[in-house]
């Protein structure tokens, strides 16, 4: 992803935007920098603000990716909190137990996160009609790559949004950078902001296929991307008619072999592994030596044990390791297990707060990774790819949407595709010296669904997700989704399922599916914000 090098220098540049004052007299006047009408002058600075706008989904220390796994896996039951304790990191555990403080400092940093990116993307589509506007000599290849700009913004605004509605329900939705007299909003009915969604979504599927990218723009926002973020928008709000007719472009339609499945499961978690077949749209971190604001950063240190320097959070479940099939090679790439022994001596030991812990093994970094000679200064500068969204996604998805229309011979096929690949994948991990569980898989290893039985057939898509997707920070909106969300954290704290954080879903209430709008935010609001029910 070549975008990728330039993210820093941007992220520099896009302060130039922000106005600055003295305490004496709250001078706006720009001093060393440049201001707000000095940018957006031309295509190149254009392109510039809009790469800003992608650094917001992999800032070191406000990840979107980072954050979602905790949210999504550890609020539901595949992953528990980890850490030193139950302590430790205490705003995540209360997402564990729905004991969700309005305060709760892990809400308002994905909140503030949020709105922060769609004021950014906000202000380039603000100063992008203004550049259109005011240079009416523009030639048409011009505006063709300044209309392209303005969708990719678009569809990062779309993602953002597809978030808060997820989370929060009813939030403020701001399409302009608004001024500070203008920013006391309330909130927008829900309906309302899926709306905007699938407008923003819907307007990137103008961009070029994968295929119609230049090397140097490798990584951008794709027509396959626009397309698999409509049919999760759709199927989210279980709409499955428009979830097939969205999918169907990319399996069956037009762009039909622009993304496959990747033949081993395995290949997506051993670095290296940016722009596989695969990957609809992937956030990448790099190495290079400097600091960590291109590489994995913190995201290198949450998953690894403290046997490893790290701090151990993000910690998969016997609840989950319990639901999979034994000979599951997928298995191998969920779960790292205590005496698990990876290439160069390092050893995974357990801890006395969690003394049967499971390590997330898709973004557990090896220290022979880590100590990276190009970066002695930064142990965790490593490369990483967090996945977006894949398109196994859009294949349970969509064979998901054929049973609901009735076609439960499609369903199968779609769903049966990504099963096949499961049971042709390696139960091997390169990686380890050591490997304490090796999944025997065989050739007869996770067979066919062949039922006609559509509830049976409708679990069976459920489960494979579970599968498929553990760890990866979707599990909650799946739930959520199949309208069992408070059926199976209920469960997990009723019957005492295997997790050591033994309060998890213990205050469960259907409001609570719902986060609390950050106190701070209601109180600086002017009376706009009104709290969610049940807090």
Partial sequence: ????????????????????????????????????????????EINQALTACYFYMKDSWNDMSLELMFINDCASDDCEKGGSGLTDKRNI?????????????????????????????????????????????????????????ENEARWLRGVWYFNLAYLWGDVPLFLHAEQPADIYKPRTPVAQIWEQVIADFTAATALPKRSEYSEEDTGRVTSGAAYAMLGRTYWYNRDFENVYKMLYVLVEGEQKGEYELDPDFATQWLNPNSNLRESIFEIQ???????WDESTGWNGVWFIPSSDGGYGFHLPTQHLLDAFDPEDPRITWTFVRQGDQFVGNDFVTGDANYPSRFFDRKHFVPMSETLNAASPVYPQDVEMTVYVIRYADVLLMYAEACLEKGDIVGARKYLNQVRKRARESSPLDAKRVIQKYVPDTKPTSLPDITSDNVAEVRLAIWNERRFEFACEGIRRMDLMQQERYGEIMTAVYSNGYATEDVDKGRYYTKERELFPIPQNDIDLSRGALVQNPGY
Avoid: H
């Avoid at 990728?4 to 007299?25: H, K, N």
């Avoid at 004021?119 to 380039?124: E, F, G």
């Avoid at 971190?285 to 600091?291: P, R, S």
């Fill in 1 to 44: 992803m070549k975008l990728r090098w330039r993210i820093l220098y941007i992220l520099l540049g896009s302060l130039f935007l922000l106005p600055s004052c003295t305490d004496e007299d709250l001078d706006t006047t720009m001093y060393g920098g440049r201001e707000d009408t000095e940018f957006y002058n031309n295509l190149e």
């Fill in 93 to 149: 555990y209360q997402l564990e137990t729905f004991n969700i403080f309005t305060t709760n400092s892990k809400v308002s940093q994905f909140w503030n996160m949020a709105y922060r990116a769609i004021y950014q993307i906000n202000t380039l589509l603000d100063k992008s009609e203004i550049f259109r506007l005011e240079n009416t000599d523009l030639t048409e290849d011009d505006k063709t790559l300044l209309t392209r700009y």
């Fill in 285 to 291: 971190y790099v190495t290079n030596g400097k600091n």
